[in-house]
């Protein structure tokens, strides 16, 4: 009497079918994740921005005294307060949003560009005379094969101190649109 074993696992063939539809399954959703990726920088520049001047805003009502948010390159910021000149805290670029292109409304210049606030919480002349930023964009890298994919982000700041984050690309009836 002969006995039958039964066989298990996979035949060479069936793993390399499997392997190939895993292979294209991958290749479809890898520039939606690139999108992902870089819409989740914007994002984290974008937002820190917006925490960096909250903060300048709300330690300038806090401390009662003028207090300076500071771009430095990229999305590096700093805020100090102005007179006696104190660091209260420094965001370096590289935390989360490296490559992320970033324009305010008078354009990054060499040495920054700067807001102060007052200690009511409004927008103030810089010390220097030099005008502040109504608006920060934040749009991706250049170069990117998937532009249409990416979400630029806008930070928007009135003259009374009221910052905002909003959506660029959104019609004005949207709540989302990018107005005061």
């Given at each position: 009497m002969l006995t039958r074993r039964t066989r298990r696992g996979f035949t060479l063939i069936e793993l390399l079918i499997g392997l190939s539809i895993f292979g294209i399954l991958i290749m479809s959703a890898l520039p939606s994740y690139t999108a992902w990726i870089q819409n989740t920088k914007i994002r984290n520049a974008a937002e820190s921005v917006q925490n960096g001047l909250m903060l300048a805003r709300s330690e300038a009502v806090m401390r009662n005294t003028s207090?300076?948010?500071?771009?430095?390159?990229?999305s590096a910021w700093t805020v100090s307060v102005v007179s006696p000149a104190q660091q209260l805290q420094v965001r370096p670029a590289?935390?989360?949003s490296a490559?992320?292109?970033?324009?305010t409304s008078l354009g990054l210049a060499?040495?920054?560009t700067r807001v102060t606030f007052s200690s009511l919480g409004g927008?103030?002349?810089?010390?220097?005379g030099s005008a502040s930023f109504d608006a920060v964009n934040?749009?991706?890298?250049?170069?990117?094969?998937?532009p249409g994919l990416l979400r630029p982000l806008?930070?928007?700041?009135?003259?009374?101190?009221?910052?905002?984050?909003c959506d660029p690309s959104v019609p004005s009836t949207d709540t989302r649109t990018c107005t005061y």
């Amino acid at each position: 009497m002969l006995t039958r074993r039964t066989r298990r696992g996979f035949t060479l063939i069936e793993l390399l079918i499997g392997l190939s539809i895993f292979g294209i399954l991958i290749m479809s959703a890898l520039p939606s994740y690139t999108a992902w990726i870089q819409n989740t920088k914007i994002r984290n520049a974008a937002e820190s921005v917006q925490n960096g001047l909250m903060l300048a805003r709300s330690e300038a009502v806090m401390r009662n005294t003028s207090v300076q948010f500071a771009f430095g390159t990229d999305s590096a910021w700093t805020v100090s307060v102005v007179s006696p000149a104190q660091q209260l805290q420094v965001r370096p670029a590289e935390q989360g949003s490296a490559g992320i292109t970033i324009a305010t409304s008078l354009g990054l210049a060499a040495g920054g560009t700067r807001v102060t606030f007052s200690s009511l919480g409004g927008v103030t002349a810089n010390a220097d005379g030099s005008a502040s930023f109504d608006a920060v964009n934040f749009t991706g890298p250049s170069g990117v094969s998937t532009p249409g994919l990416l979400r630029p982000l806008r930070v928007t700041l009135s003259p009374a101190g009221r910052v905002r984050m909003c959506d660029p690309s959104v019609p004005s009836t949207d709540t989302r649109t990018c107005t005061y």
